[in-house]
């Protein structure tokens, strides 16, 4: 008897069947008010764009509150819930329509909390895209890194919005968090 894979044995495949849902990289309609683009791609190792990850993006509100909407996987275009998700393209490009989130504490920089899931990951890598500031160089987490590790969590401004490019290995990996219990534990 052959089995097939389980979702935990192949993970890639599934996040195009399952979990892309109307609007779900729109956490706000583009082009609205106060609205950006937080983009850029997922890279592999070798430097290689990964076609297939999914990205999940947690923020606050411009104002640094935490929304407690209901609606994240239903949108109904005016409720802004503070998470989105989405999948990379062939070229390992993604892109959200958000707002520009506010700190959530005083002295402390604003940031996107983001989950990746790709091939060959059978648990999502968290990490954040921090918006560059004066309080960038005295907030605690940072200043904890080594200097030339911070700049894989800083997300580079533009035109419309924001770029984070994410190394999921290699030389400029971006830096990745554990949080307890994130880590399996072997019997």
Same mark, same amino acid.
């Given at each position: 008897?052959?089995?097939? *894979?389980?979702?935990? /044995? ?7 069947? %399952? ?8 956490? +706000? ?5 106060? !609205? ?11 430097? +290689?764009?990964?076609?297939? &990850?999914?990205?999940? +993006? =947690?923020? &606050?509100?411009?104002? %640094? ?12 275009? =005016? ?11 062939? @070229? ?8 520009? *989130? %506010? ?5 402390? *920089?604003?940031? =996107? ?29 940072? &200043? !904890? ?10 997300? /580079? ?7 984070? @490019? ?5 030389? @400029? ?15």
């Amino acid at each position: 008897m052959r089995l097939a *894979p389980t979702p935990g /044995q192949t993970v890639g495949p599934f996040f195009h069947y %399952g979990l892309p849902y109307d609007g779900d990289r729109n956490l +706000v309609p583009p082009g609205s008010t106060g !609205s950006i683009a937080l983009h850029g791609v997922v890279l592999d190792g070798a430097g +290689v764009a990964v076609p297939d &990850a999914l990205i999940e +993006v =947690w923020q &606050a509100r411009p104002d %640094g509150t935490v929304s407690r909407e209901a609606g994240s996987i239903r949108r109904d275009g =005016w409720a802004f819930t503070g998470f989105g998700r989405t999948s990379t393209g062939r @070229d390992g490009r993604y892109v959200f329509s958000t707002l520009e *989130p %506010g700190p959530t504490e005083p002295a402390r *920089p604003a940031f =996107w909390a983001i989950t990746v899931f790709a091939r060959g990951l059978l648990d999502g890598l968290f990490t954040r895209a921090y918006i560059p500031g004066p309080d960038i160089d005295i907030d605690p987490f940072l &200043a !904890s890194l080594p200097h030339e590790r911070r700049a894989t969590m800083l997300a /580079q401004p533009g035109d419309r919005g924001y770029r984070f @490019d994410i190394r999921l290995q290699g030389q @400029d990996e971006t830096v990745f968090l554990r949080f307890d219990g994130s880590e399996r534990r072997r019997p």
